[in-house]
């Protein structure tokens, strides 16, 4: 099993609707978590950090189930600007770096 | 202010030649990471540094790559010799456990734009 597996997709989403998925982690002691969006042929951009009441921004909720090991992200009202490869990371150390990042989960968004 | 600067942005060399990627991070960060990015294995950590120093290099996958930190502003990956496998992206990206701006820690890597590195 890896340490932290996505769904590759694609994710085809008509423009409008809400789409949600997960990223799993195998490491209870996984210490921090983040979404990070990578466009096609660009370097990857934080999208958001994932605290352990979870947080929204705008049009995207990120949420954290240390039971169940998994972290989600929502878009809520797709735009076609949304079609990237979302990334997700867990970082396994609190004062340094261990980080494992997931393969991505590729989205389209289609008008 | 600027973002991490990579060059060269791209890279076609052959079989057997000397390749060197090199990085300058953002201003007052204090970590450093370099990844290889392919279809097959995604992103893979190969090594990141803190104040300048190797903290953790077991993603470099074999003797060939090496990487160096000679000061806070700049970094370098060399792969020696190269072969066909190592065609990749490679990301150089930098980061801060604590944010002066904000006055809360952080974990965010900013990432450089990538070396497309083909080797023939």
């Known amino acids: 099993r890896k340490e932290v597996e996505q769904d590759p997709g694609p994710f085809n989403v008509p423009e409008g609707a809400t789409v949600a998925f997960n990223c799993t982690y195998s490491n209870s002691a996984s210490q921090s978590f983040f979404w990070y969006r990578q466009d096609c042929r660009k370097e990857p951009k934080l999208l958001m950090s994932v605290y352990s009441s979870g947080n929204e921004d705008g049009r995207f909720t990120a949420q954290l189930n240390r039971a169940s090991q998994y972290i989600s992200l929502l878009i809520r009202d797709s735009k076609l600007s949304d079609s990237a490869t979302y990334l997700c990371v867990v970082n396994m150390r609190d004062s340094n770096y261990q980080l494992i990042w997931g393969a991505g989960t590729k989205l389209i968004i289609k008008p | 202010d600027a973002g991490v600067i990579q060059s060269p942005r791209h890279e076609v060399t052959e079989m057997g030649q000397e390749v060197t990627l090199r990085c300058k991070p953002i201003?007052?960060?204090?970590?450093l990471f370099w990844y290889r990015q392919t279809m097959m294995r995604g992103l893979e950590l190969l090594i990141y540094f803190n104040n300048n120093v190797p903290i953790d290099d077991s993603g470099m996958p074999e003797d060939r790559f090496s990487a160096k930190m000679p000061n806070a502003s700049f970094s370098t990956l060399k792969i020696q010799p190269s072969e066909p496998r190592d065609s990749a992206v490679y990301f150089c990206?930098?980061?801060?456990?604590?944010?002066?701006?904000?006055?809360?820690?952080?974990?965010?890597?900013?990432f450089g734009p990538g070396t497309r590195l083909t080797v023939l």
């Open positions: 990206a930098s980061s801060t456990k604590f944010s002066p701006r904000t006055g809360h820690s952080t974990d965010t890597q900013y």
């Open positions: 201003s007052g960060h204090d970590y």
